[in-house]
């Protein structure tokens, strides 16, 4: 079993930052790929960046340039620094891990899920 938990987020105004942190829990050891994704009201699930062990990573197109990803193993955590945000960036953040060295971008493929973290941008 993993756990994890979100945190950071909330009100943020147009044009602002805002940086999310995942923390991981328990028989992490073997799922070396975390991910974060985000739901906004009345929409899918979407992929938003995903990262390795070896710290490669992948973005979707909306938030390239914008977001970065990034991980301390040291300390289990995942993160991500959103800049420039946007109203259209409103949604529900959620990180995600699964096993495996292919950085994959679609929900499915993902075992283990965070609650949730909101994160409003206000224009």
């Known amino acids: 079993q993993v756990q994890l938990v979100e945190s950071g987020g909330g009100l943020v105004q147009d044009g602002g930052s805002a940086r999310l942190s995942c923390i991981a829990s328990?028989?992490?050891?073997?799922?070396?790929?975390m991910a974060w994704f985000r739901q906004a009201p009345g929409k899918d699930r979407e992929f938003v960046a995903v990262?390795?062990?070896?710290?490669?990573?992948t973005y979707a197109d909306s938030v390239k340039g914008r977001f970065t990803i990034s991980r301390d193993d040291s300390k289990s955590t995942l993160y991500l620094e959103m800049n420039n945000l946007r109203p259209e960036d409103t949604a529900v953040y959620y990180c995600?891990?699964?096993?495996?060295?292919?950085?994959?971008?679609?929900?499915?493929?993902?075992?283990?899920w965070g609650q949730g973290i909101q994160v409003t941008v206000s224009s």
């Open positions: 995600a891990t699964t096993a495996g060295t292919y950085l994959y971008t679609i929900r499915r493929m993902y075992e283990y």
């Open positions: 990262i390795n062990r070896a710290l490669r990573t």
């Open positions: 328990g028989q992490i050891f073997d799922y070396t790929i």
